[in-house]
């Protein structure tokens, strides 16, 4: 049965590539995704054939249960989607919901379907070793120094509150100077944590990596993961007398030495990054000195910049984000840390955090009657930290807009930011994120939103990014409530 598409409508070629051998299921698990536990908003499905390709045609129902639009996704390297409006109040907006919940399902359907990868990092100089910190520290690390740092300082103003309980006075001016020896040692910390240092003269990070199908993945570690630092001497070794041109062949006589298979299904591949370069060419570009940069191993794609001023500047590196990301797309999320660097995010959120422990402790207290009352207190507390999450969301919209100008490429940041975060976006029901992740504990503004605000966004710089970026969040919190 093949099929046309009328003339009014909404279309889109979804930027994902999807491989040839995942095609065959792709349609069916789209399907299941969209359809789900909302079948009751679902009139019919079919398959079809639209210009020789397989299609999926879907009518949607509004809440009220009349016929809102018609999807059809096409099955294609890059999947084309159709909306089809079914009555005249249908919002642009509303038909490019439509095709978003098309394509996270379809960032998904590659996450859970692709191949399982394992990853041997190397740089041309390295000592080659266990890593330095176990996964639990690790993850301390990412939580409390990365991004702005404003959950450090938040804990820390938790932490001064349960002093004050047990302590008392004495505490008041302590706390203000644990909070700043953290921030102005925060580079040094976070550096201390790290795997390895990338330099002016060890500027590429090469990454070897075996991939498999996800059903040997676990096999595979059981086997191979005690040997890991064996593998990784002798591709290293092959590098150094290779002259630095490690090739896919070269490491696949490693892997295979020990008793590894290399076919169709089992593949090598070699990522050089040249990682400083692309660090040096946007610090360059705004005017601020190459910051040292080290790198974090681990699987989660993040980076973060921390230290009170671009001259102490550490920008850090998670190989994840190296392994997860193309050229261009690393090149715009360092881009958001360098604005967090040259507006001296992280000491403005400092000063945020203590002023609001100095206005508690000279102003509030001061009412000590009311402070007194257990209730009064916590709902207080629960107040103010929303509040100082709500707007260390500022900075971080900020940096989002500033990336976008820097680069020239903000759809390029919103694709890197949907291939990091593609389980959180799950979570908040992308594309409508919620009132509560606008009042979550989390420095980020929820993905969806930002995500969203990049796509639809101008390239054009602000003449006030920050005053900007705080009208975009309140905006984005009120129309979560309608309005």
Request: hydrophobic share 50%; proline share 5%.
């Amino acid at each position: 049965m093949s099929t046309s598409i009328p003339q009014d409508f909404y279309f889109r070629e979804l930027d994902i590539s999807v491989k040839e051998e995942l095609l065959r299921d792709y349609l069916l698990f789209l399907e299941e995704s969209l359809v789900g536990s909302r079948r009751e908003l679902v009139e019919y499905v079919l398959r079809t054939t639209y210009n020789g390709s397989p299609t999926l045609i879907m009518r949607l129902k509004d809440e009220k249960g009349n016929p809102s639009v018609e999807l059809a996704v096409q099955s294609a390297r890059k999947p084309r989607v159709w909306v089809i409006p079914l009555k005249k109040s249908l919002k642009p907006e509303d038909a490019e919901n439509v095709i978003r919940r098309v394509e996270l399902a379809t960032l998904y359907y590659l996450e859970s379907r692709d191949v399982a990868k394992a990853c041997f990092v190397l740089l041309e100089k390295m000592k080659l070793g266990p890593e330095r910190i176990k996964e639990a520290k690790r993850k301390l690390v990412e939580k409390l120094f990365f991004g702005t740092m404003f959950p450090l300082f938040a804990l820390s103003l938790l932490f001064a509150y349960l002093l004050f309980v047990f302590l008392g006075v004495y505490v008041f001016v302590a706390m203000p100077l644990f909070q700043l020896l953290i921030l102005l040692f925060s580079d040094k910390i976070v550096e201390m944590m790290c795997d390895w240092r990338v330099t002016r003269d060890n500027r590429h990070v090469y990454l070897v990596c075996y991939t498999m199908p996800r059903t040997e993945y676990n096999e595979f570690m059981k086997r191979y993961y005690p040997r890991r630092f064996e593998i990784k001497r002798q591709l290293y070794e092959a590098m150094i007398a290779n002259n630095m041109n490690l090739t896919p062949e070269v490491a696949a006589e490693v892997f295979m030495k020990h008793g590894m298979i290399v076919d169709n299904l089992h593949k090598v591949a070699i990522k050089r990054i040249n990682v400083y370069g692309i660090v040096s060419r946007i610090f360059s570009s705004l005017g601020l000195p190459t910051p040292r940069i080290a790198l974090l191993n681990t699987a989660i794609p993040n980076a973060a910049a921390t230290g009170i001023g671009p001259d102490v500047a550490l920008l850090t590196i998670t190989t994840g984000l190296l392994m997860r990301l193309d050229d261009d797309e690393i090149e715009c999320v360092l881009a958001h840390e360098a604005s967090h660097i040259k507006n001296h995010d992280p000491f403005m959120l400092f000063m945020l955090s203590t002023g609001e422990y100095l206005l508690r402790l000279f102003v509030f207290f001061t009412f000590i009657y009311i402070m007194m009352n257990p209730f009064v207190d916590l709902i207080y507390l629960l107040v103010a930290f929303t509040l100082l999450f709500f707007i260390a969301k500022f900075f971080e919209a900020r940096a989002d807009l500033e990336a976008a100008f820097l680069t020239g490429r903000p759809s390029v940041l919103a694709r890197a930011l949907k291939k990091i975060a593609l389980r959180r976006l799950l979570i908040e029901k992308y594309p409508r994120p919620s009132f509560e992740s606008w009042l979550s504990w989390d420095a980020h503004p929820p993905v969806s939103w930002r995500i969203i605000r990049l796509e639809r966004g101008s390239l054009s710089m602000r003449e006030h990014p920050l005053m900007a970026s705080v009208k975009d969040c309140i905006l984005g919190l009120l129309s979560t409530l309608g309005l």
